[in-house]
C-alpha cells in the first residue's frame, strides 16, 4: 500500500501500474516500483531515480537532499500541526508510528524530543545535520 495524496496525481501511478504490468506480467517481488530488470529497486538504484527526480524538482541547490530526509521533514511538520491544532499528540503518535512503519513508538517518540521544550518542532527539528548534531540515529523501517 502507497498512501498518496490526491495532489499527487493518482492517475499516474495507475498508469505507471498499467504500464509496468504489461512490461513485466510476472514480476520477481512485491514491489510496486520495480528496475528495469523487475525486481525491487536496489539502494543503488533507488538513489539514482531520487537524483533524476531531485534534479527535475529543482532541488539540488545546496546540502544533497536524500530519500530519508523527506521523510523526516514529513514527521516533524505532522507533529508540528497536531501540536498547532492541540490535538493529544501523545494519542496521536501511535498513528505515526503505524504510517512511518515502526516496529517501536520509541522511534516515533524521538521526534518529540532533541529540545527543552518536548512539543516544540520548530524548522531546527526538520533539519537531518541538527538531528545528527544532537547524536540521533536514523531508524530504519521493518
Known amino acids: 500500500m502507497i ?19 504489461t ?3 510476472r514480476p520477481k517481488g512485491e514491489a510496486f516500483f520495480l528496475s528495469s530488470r523487475g525486481c525491487r529497486l536496489s539502494a543503488t538504484g533507488l538513489q539514482s531515480n531520487f537524483a533524476k527526480a531531485r534534479k527535475l524538482a529543482g532541488l539540488d541547490n545546496g546540502k544533497p537532499l536524500r ?11 505532522r507533529l508540528r500541526l497536531w501540536h498547532h491544532e492541540r490535538a493529544d499528540v501523545q494519542a496521536l503518535l501511535p498513528l505515526l508510528a503505524t504510517y512511518l512503519g515502526h516496529a517501536n513508538y520509541s522511534d516515533t ?10 512539543h516544540q518542532t520548530g524548522p531546527h527539528r526538520g533539519d537531518a545535520s541538527s538531528h545528527q548534531r544532537r ?8
Open 3 to 21: 498512501p498518496v495524496h490526491p495532489t499527487t496525481q493518482a492517475a499516474k501511478l495507475r498508469r505507471y501500474a498499467r504500464e509496468r504490468d
Open 23 to 25: 512490461v513485466f506480467p
Open 67 to 77: 530519500p530519508h530526509d523527506l521523510r523526516h521533514r514529513f514527521a516533524v511538520t
Open 109 to 118: 517518540a524521538y521526534y518529540l524530543t532533541g529540545s527543552s521544550d518536548p
Open 135 to 142: 547524536g540521533g540515529g536514523y531508524h530504519r523501517s521493518p
